[in-house]
């Protein structure tokens, strides 16, 4: 069965505090693993797109990373605005056509 | 330029009566997907539609739930006779053909008492 685990489900740092985010999944097919980051009472707002092992892709603070089993968000020297949760999700080609697979996400806390 | 809209923001209704959750995608995009979002769960897939077709309605309960993509107009999806467990936050996302990446409007929460 196609399943995606993001660890750990929360984590809080200070600012300044470089950490990783994981996001371990499974399933028949990778067509793209995407990360999402979520503030309170909104929408996902899309991160990053990765397609294959070994693509990585960076965004101001935050680095992407793909394996064949895993996806890593790399958070540098973080700053309070920073805190939200981020969501992994991958779209497959088994069953759910392009619908997308998210896990239940890691809740980043950032202190002053 | 503007974003994926969903209306109303939010949406209260009483047992047993109809919700419609309203859904204008990102301009130039022409694929919509839904997705319900339960407290302390995470995004589960209901629908994915083109104008005029369901393309996959594999996330969606087999009752009382549908959606459509008109030619002209937003996506619609509607809940008949909704009860409490229906109470969630809705979201829609849309993607330009061709791409998997999917942008999220802001949702609609639905609260049924």
């Known amino acids: 069965e196609d399943q995606v685990t993001q660890s750990p489900e929360a984590l809080r740092l200070q600012e300044g505090e470089s950490s990783s985010l994981n996001c371990s999944y499974t399933?028949?097919?990778?067509?793209?693993l995407f990360w999402y980051r979520q503030d309170p009472g909104k929408g996902p707002e899309f991160l990053f797109t990765?397609?294959?092992a070994g693509e990585e892709k960076e965004k101001e603070r935050l680095k992407a990373t793909l394996t064949k089993k895993e996806s890593f968000l790399h958070i540098t020297a973080p700053k309070p605005e920073d805190s939200a949760t981020y969501l992994c999700?991958?779209?497959?080609?088994?069953?759910?056509?392009?619908?997308?697979?998210f896990g239940k996400g890691t809740h980043l806390i950032i202190q002053p | 330029n503007a974003g994926v809209m969903q209306n109303p923001r939010h949406l209260v209704r009483r047992r047993g009566q109809e919700a419609r959750l309203r859904c204008s995608p990102m301009?130039?995009?022409?694929?919509v997907y839904w997705y319900r979002q339960l407290p302390e769960e995470g995004l589960k897939f209901m629908v994915y539609?083109?104008?005029?077709?369901?393309?996959?309605e594999s996330g969606m309960p087999k009752e009382r739930f549908s959606a459509e993509f008109p030619k002209e107009g937003p996506s619609i999806l509607r809940i008949q006779q909704v009860v409490r467990g229906d109470s969630a936050a809705y979201f829609c996302?849309?993607?330009?053909?061709?791409?998997?990446?999917?942008?999220f409007g802001p949702g609609t929460r639905l609260t049924v008492t």
């Open positions: 996302a849309s993607s330009p053909s061709g791409t998997h990446e999917q942008y």
């Open positions: 399933v028949s097919g990778l067509r793209g």
């Open positions: 990765l397609y294959s």
């Open positions: 999700a991958f779209s497959g080609s088994g069953g759910g056509a392009d619908g997308l697979t």
């Open positions: 301009k130039g995009h022409s694929h």
């Open positions: 539609l083109q104008k005029e077709n369901i393309i996959d």
